[in-house]
């Protein structure tokens, strides 16, 4: 036998460590009493300005999103407080990118520094705040979690992926908060709850 | 020897220093490919053309690969640099090697802000180290390494962009993560899913194929080396056994020295006491007569070319004042044609040919009451035939194609009297056949030139 038998034995231990891994079904989370599939009636005006949260790539498909939905958006990925003249919602796309942010050579807590500097204008001139997540799993590392940490509370809608989800991290915040949540099962369904938010 | 020794710890103290350069400096060298590969997602986002995810896909791919295999294959580098094959067991050399693997990796990404695949990297350095194990053998150990390492974790690292192993950890990365994402937008998942498994499995096998290769290159290569020590093994027993045949035939002629010296003694000692002039002459004459046989002799056992023209009827007494008679069952019947020209050859050594042909037909097994053996001296056109046939077992005939070969034989001899008496007989210009048949006996005719002279 050219490759030994004994070899093949870490097939079923890597295939259990697999099983391990993918137990962790997104579709297994279980609702609570704030998720709802849209928005009854909408909660913000244009003009929007759509930016990110971490740099990921993510903030360009909610802008294109945006841009299908036909609703008139300024894309700004970092922008500053001076960028919200005339700008009545706010949308976070949140998720941390590494790469992303050494590409617009930001750091992490510079990126920080004016996410809450937007969040307290926002608070301060009644500009209505959205925030996004549809990373998924994968983009759930700490410094997202502490981005979702300070912007969910300061949202007036949630909009998340049952995978983003996995472990009621943004539910419960939004339980907490008592902000309307809706999950959704994969990126393309976020427009009918996004576009609820204006329409 | 410690020359060669300190040769290959040169050239590996190079490739380790190379590698470990190369695999630390690697994502600072290409960091503007990493950028690059964000600007490309974001195009096809922009765009809605997934036909631009696959550059970054590739890219991803590619520097991951590129980054795992250095990092393993340095790794390599150092075990070898340190001796470890010979120090440790090979089980604990390999998990050395993937904790080393996995600390490299967290190490690197931790100091140049990269992060890496954890699952991936651990499974296809497992998976490398599995298909390593049986096929690295002693021949090129790097070489080895690199070929297979380089397939499997540019294999593996087309897992990374499938969105469909997204719940199995592969491809958590920043850039794996934004491609993926972007796929589902861009309900391009199938296209991804289907361009990681095509180019996985045809890179995946073709590992396989080539470390069964190298498995099976480096049998053939023990089987050669086993087959070498065989045949010299071989060449060492038949050059001893042909030794002992020239010792024999050395034996043979010391036997035959001694006739022609008993006469000269005989004649010496009548010289001494002769006190006829007349008979003296006579008696020296003989001396010389033996004398001169005795250099003859000599002569013909010394050198090949040494040839002269015998009369057949002489060889054939002095082959049968040679044959050994002591077997009460055996009937040796020699007939010779009156008249046959004379043969021009190597006395001694076509004697002792025939000697060897006759000796073998007396110890082959027989069936019958008695051995029969019949010699046959005849003409044949203008050669002298010399027809020696048994009523032994006989030779099958899948063994007749062998028997010449030096060492072969069919009945627990040396072996070496059939090639020697071919080789003598075709020196002297003859030819010998044979021809047997099982249960009825051999026949073997031995053809020489006549000389009317």
């Keep these: 036998m050219i490759i030994r038998i004994r070899n093949l034995l870490i097939l079923p231990v890597l295939a259990i460590i697999l099983y391990l891994i993918s137990t962790n079904n997104p579709l297994s989370t279980n609702l609570n009493a704030h998720v709802i599939p849209s928005l009854p009636r909408p909660i913000a005006e244009e003009t929007i300005l759509v930016t990110s949260a971490g740099q990921s790539t993510d903030t360009y498909i909610i802008k294109d999103i945006s841009n299908k939905l036909m609703i008139h958006n300024f894309f700004m990925p970092q922008a500053v407080n001076d960028d919200l003249e005339e700008i009545n919602t706010i949308v976070f796309v949140i998720g941390y990118s590494p790469l992303s942010e050494k590409v617009n050579q930001l750091s992490y807590e510079n990126e920080l520094k004016r996410i809450d500097s937007l969040l307290n204008y926002a608070s301060n001139n009644e500009v209505t705040v959205i925030s996004v997540f549809i990373g998924g799993k994968q983009r759930r590392v700490s410094e997202t979690d502490e981005m979702l940490g300070s912007i969910i509370p300061k949202s007036h809608y949630v909009i998340s992926t049952f995978e983003g989800d996995f472990d009621h991290f943004i539910s419960e915040m939004a339980r907490q908060n008592d902000i309307p949540l809706t999950l959704v099962e994969n990126i393309t369904d976020v427009s009918e709850p996004y576009a609820s938010a204006f329409r | ?453």
């Design chain 2, 1 to 453: 020897m410690i020359g060669t020794q300190n040769k290959d710890e040169l050239k590996y103290g190079f490739a380790t220093l190379f590698l470990v350069m190369m695999a630390v400096f690697f994502p600072a060298v290409t960091e503007e490919s990493w950028f690059n590969m964000i600007v490309k997602i974001r195009e096809a986002i922009t765009t809605g053309d997934s036909g631009h995810l696959i550059l970054p896909a590739a890219s991803n791919n590619f520097l991951h690969a590129v980054q795992s295999t250095l990092i393993f294959l340095s790794i390599s580098c150092v075990l070898v640099l340190t001796g470890s094959q010979k120090k440790i067991n090979d089980n604990i050399r390999y998990a050395i090697h993937f904790s080393a693997f996995i600390g490299m990796n967290l190490l690197i990404g931790y100091w140049m802000k990269l992060p890496w695949e954890p699952l991936n990297g651990m499974v296809s350095a497992l998976v490398t180290l599995l298909l390593i194990k049986p096929s690295i053998g002693d021949n090129y150990p790097l070489f080895r390494s690199s070929v297979l390492s380089i397939q499997i974790f540019f294999a593996f690292s087309w897992l990374n962009i499938m969105p469909a192993l997204n719940s199995y950890q592969f491809g958590v990365t920043d850039v794996a993560t934004s491609i993926k994402i972007t796929s589902v937008y861009l309900h391009s998942t199938s296209v991804m899913n289907f361009m990681g498994l095509a180019f996985f499995l045809p890179m995946f096998l073709s590992a396989i194929i080539t470390s069964i290769l190298f498995m099976s290159h480096d049998r053939n290569i023990s089987i050669a080396k086993e087959n070498f020590q065989k045949e010299k093994a071989l060449v060492a027993i038949q050059s001893q056994a042909m030794e002992n045949r020239i010792y024999e035939e050395i034996n043979s002629l010391t036997h035959d020295l001694k006739t022609p010296l008993v006469t000269i003694r005989g004649l010496n000692s009548l010289l001494s006491i002769s006190k006829d002039i007349g008979k003296i002459g006579d008696y020296t004459d003989r001396i010389e007569s033996a004398v001169g046989k005795m250099s003859e002799m000599i002569s013909s056992f010394l050198y090949d070319s040494s040839r002269q023209h015998l009369n057949v009827d002489e060889v054939v007494q002095y082959v049968r004042a040679q044959i050994p008679v002591e077997d009460e069952r055996l009937n040796i019947e020699i007939h010779a044609e009156p008249d046959l020209p004379s043969i021009y050859v190597n006395k001694i050594r076509v004697v002792r040919a025939l000697i060897n042909l006759i000796e073998n037909a007396i110890v082959v097994p027989y069936t019958h009451d008695f051995k029969e053996i019949n010699i046959e001296v005849t003409r044949n056109g203008d050669d002298i035939q010399i027809i020696i046939s048994d009523n032994g077992i006989g030779i099958s005939k899948e063994k007749l194609d062998k028997i010449w070969i030096a060492g072969f034989s069919t009945n627990q001899t040396s072996g070496l009297g059939l090639s020697f008496a071919k080789k003598v007989i075709e020196d002297n210009e003859g030819t010998i056949k044979l021809k047997s048949e099982v249960g009825i006996g051999t026949v073997v005719t031995v053809s020489f030139p006549g000389h009317s002279s």
